[in-house]
């Protein structure tokens, strides 16, 4: 039997985004499924109630993209997150964190297993919807006021001596690259600073990526507070904003204070 994706690839037509949603609430599950089955770009193609199921649901359905809750039982999201990014991380989906809270302690560590993007439950179906279709083109997302949280969290922390041992692959030239990518530079202002082109950026950008084995911007930023290479302060929140992995930087989403009313789940 062809499935609509077999049949959307032979007309020519982009195949639809698979996903998975994974959260404890049976409410809030179908809600997202049924919000997201209205898009014709995207297929639901299973649903968990904790983070174990949603690992063996992925391996199974192999999505494009999850829809992880933070905090579920048996494995919350953030160790599923790590789980589905070990061995088979080439085959993974994007993973796109729900959390109620702005507040949320775990954006960090959910960060650094590996997830692509964060949101609050409290968004728009439109910027739900944009949210989905952003992670599963490859990119990285942030909601803005977690953005905020995230850099006072790095801000907190005692700033850590610089390690050297997971830069030491970089070339000098890479490294400054890294540290004005974690200060908040986009391409264009990186490109000024150094005083080279701007698609010459964009080849560090990818060379740092790829030798570091890291996801997206997102993810470099990450790795140059961990490793003491930027010492944390008020960073521009672009630096957390829709990214993409190949070294451009694309629009950040706004905040918003509109819930999924009459359309999905809250809480």
Request: proline residues 5%; charged residues 25%.
């Amino acid at each position: 039997m062809t499935t609509a994706v077999e049949a959307s690839e032979a007309e020519g037509r982009v195949p639809a985004v698979r996903i998975v949603v994974a959260d404890d609430h049976e409410v809030v599950r179908a809600g997202y499924a049924g919000l997201l089955a209205t898009q014709a770009d995207f297929t639901v193609v299973g649903t968990a109630r904790d983070g174990a199921e949603a690992v063996r649901v992925c391996r199974e359905e192999r999505p494009d993209v999850i829809l992880m809750d933070v905090r579920m039982p048996v494995m919350d999201g953030i160790q599923a997150t790590a789980e589905l990014m070990g061995a088979e991380a080439g085959d993974a989906p994007r993973v796109l964190i729900l959390t109620t809270f702005d507040l949320d302690e775990h954006v960090y560590d959910a960060l650094a297993a590996g997830a692509s993007g964060f949101l609050l439950k409290d968004v728009t179906a439109e910027r739900l919807f944009e949210a989905v279709r952003v992670v599963a083109a490859g990119e990285a997302l942030l909601a803005p006021v977690i953005t905020r949280r995230l850099i006072a969290e790095f801000a907190r922390l005692k700033p850590r001596a610089p390690t050297g041992t997971a830069l030491g692959m970089l070339t000098p030239r890479e490294t400054e690259v890294l540290r004005l990518l974690a200060e908040g530079l986009s391409n264009p202002e990186i490109a000024a600073r150094l005083q080279v082109g701007e698609e010459t950026v964009k080849t560090h950008v990818s060379r740092v990526l790829s030798k570091l084995g890291l996801r997206d911007r997102t993810q470099a930023v990450v790795t140059a507070y961990e490793t003491g290479l930027v010492v944390p302060r008020a960073a521009a929140p672009e630096a957390f904003g829709r990214q993409d992995p190949r070294g451009e930087e694309g629009r950040g989403m706004r905040p918003s204070g509109e819930g999924l009313r009459g359309h999905g789940p809250r809480g």
